[in-house]
Antibody, heavy 113, light 110 residues
Framework: QVHLQQWGAGLLKTSETLSLTCAVY????????WSWLRQPPGKGLEWIGE???????NYNPSLKSRVSISIDTSKNQFSLIMTSVTAADTAVYFC???????WGQGDLVTVSS | QAGLTQPPSVSEGLRRTATLSCTGI????????ALWLQQHPGRPPKLLSY???NRPSGISERFSASTSGNTASLTITGLQPEDEADYYC???????????FGGGTKLTVL
């Protein structure tokens, strides 16, 4: 059964670094782009960025300066790093393969001062 | 950043037909259409349609997507209580090399 499982720190302080990892089970990394998205409480979805099996990335221009997505094909995992977080980064973060309809369970990341 | 525009809310009666709109699409992907997602509270989104009505396995035929000019639409026929959810459109913006999203529409089934 194909599924995504994600994990990472859920409580951060202002200026700290957010780190999340997503493992892909039951599907090869190849031929797909793997995305990170987020959803602030009560608000809509925002795409953060994506990576493919070759390590090629695309990022949301509004977040690009603080975001890095990496991949570990040996573990079938990809990761998100977001630096210098603020309260505005408080959101549920999802990993996903958008066009294939695969989504992680979502993790709430709260940034407090 | 370029974006897509969705009405914040739509209400329609049980067993009726609802059409959700997403404007700004032709500026982004021409005639390739949008990606449509359904999200119930506290749940990850679910893919309903991608690229002009390609539905994943298991998605009801009651959900159909189309594009005309600058607007992508998701039509839901025979509305059921479980269709009450938030719906998002998205499309790949090749000029930004980024996925852009609409703000979402909350569908209420009366």
């Amino acid at each position: 059964q194909v599924h995504l499982q994600q994990w990472g720190a859920g409580l951060l302080k202002t200026s700290e670094t957010l780190s999340l990892t997503c493992a892909v089970y039951g599907r090869s990394f190849s031929s797909y782009y793997w995305s990170w998205l987020r959803q602030p409480p009560g608000k809509g979805l925002e795409w953060i960025g994506e990576i493919n099996h070759s390590g090629n990335t695309n990022y949301n221009p509004s977040l690009k300066s603080r975001v890095s997505i990496s991949i570990d094909t040996s573990k079938n995992q990809f990761s998100l790093i977001m630096t210098s977080v603020t309260a505005a980064d408080t959101a549920v973060y999802f990993c996903a393969q958008l066009t294939g309809g695969l989504w992680g369970q979502g993790d709430l990341v709260t940034v407090s001062s | 950043q370029a974006g897509l525009t969705q009405p914040p809310s739509v209400s329609e009666g049980l067993r009726r037909t609802a059409t959700l709109s997403c404007t700004g699409i032709s500026n982004i992907v021409g005639d390739q259409g949008a990606l449509w997602l359904q999200q119930h509270p506290g749940r990850p989104p679910k893919l309903l349609s991608y690229r002009n009505n390609n539905r994943p396995s298991g998605i009801s035929e009651r959900f159909s997507a189309s594009t005309s000019g600058n607007t992508a639409s998701l039509t839901i026929t025979g509305l059921q209580p479980e269709d009450e959810a938030d719906y998002y459109c998205s499309a790949w913006d090749s000029s930004l090399t980024a996925w852009v999203f609409g703000g979402g529409t909350k569908l209420t089934v009366l």
